[in-house]
């Protein structure tokens, strides 16, 4: 069999040859193709070399994993997106799935278990990490439309979107990426802000992201 050709997409160096490192080890089963570090050499690499599977990371400057499958998915049909990323929360997830990933596994997989996942990814099976398939039968149950009660009750004055756009926020995320992230405008964006600092009782993203950190969200 041919090798499965990738192309690896993370906005870290380092972390892109430590994947690149262990697929080499595959023995021809898998061939890294091209890396990118953002949305937009990420889309160009994907346009340029069409390859078999994409390892998105969720998280990258420009607009997200999403915003790379959005701008290729009419392009390039055949190509297969596994996201790759350190977030194991629910709304990265299901997100990200929505957006028209294969898969998605955390960056504790080992090399073998990511060689694997490559293979079945390609051969058109959807691949999760085991604790993240349930995020994904839950949301496509329509089960995680209303956010579940967190035991916080500051957290649980705020809608799912506004949520989701807490912790993008919190993360470090400028408005138009979290726009671009959340399929939203700007505008929409600003509106939930407000609403999430006037709800929790915040003036500042510093606070946001101090109170976020503290509840161990981002």
Same mark, same amino acid.
């Given at each position: 069999?041919?090798?499965?050709? /990738? ?60 915003? /790379? ?6 392009? /390039? ?8 990323? /350190? ?6 997830? +299901?997100?990200? +799935? ?10 504790? #997989? ?7 996942a490559i293979g079945r990814v390609a051969a058109g099976d959807a691949v999760f990490s085991p604790r993240l398939a349930g995020f994904v039968l839950d949301a496509f149950s329509g089960a995680a439309q209303a956010p579940a009660t967190s035991g916080d009750p500051d957290l649980d004055r705020l809608t799912e979107r506004e949520r989701e756009?807490?912790?993008? #926020? ?13 399929? +939203? ?34």
């Open positions: 069999m041919s090798a499965v050709r /990738v192309v690896v997409v993370d906005d870290h160096a380092m972390f892109r040859a430590g994947v690149r490192a262990e697929l080499a080890r595959a023995e021809g089963r898998v061939e890294v193709v091209a890396e990118a570090e953002d949305v937009g050499s990420a889309v160009a690499a994907v346009l340029e070399h069409r390859p078999d599977v994409v390892l998105l990371d969720v998280h990258l400057p420009g607009g997200g994993g999403a915003e /790379v499958m959005r701008r290729t998915a009419s392009d /390039v049909a055949a190509t297969r997106f596994l996201a790759l990323s /350190v977030s194991d929360a629910a709304d990265d997830v +299901i997100g990200t +799935i929505r957006a028209g990933a294969r898969g998605y596994v955390t960056k504790t #997989i080992t090399g073998t278990e990511l060689v694997e756009v807490m912790r993008l #926020i919190a993360r470090g995320y400028a408005y138009k990426e979290v726009g671009a992230e959340l399929f +939203i405008s700007v505008k929409t964006v600003e509106t939930h802000m407000s609403s999430v600092l006037r709800k929790l009782q915040l003036s500042s993203r510093h606070e946001l992201t101090r109170w976020a950190s503290e509840r161990r969200l981002l």
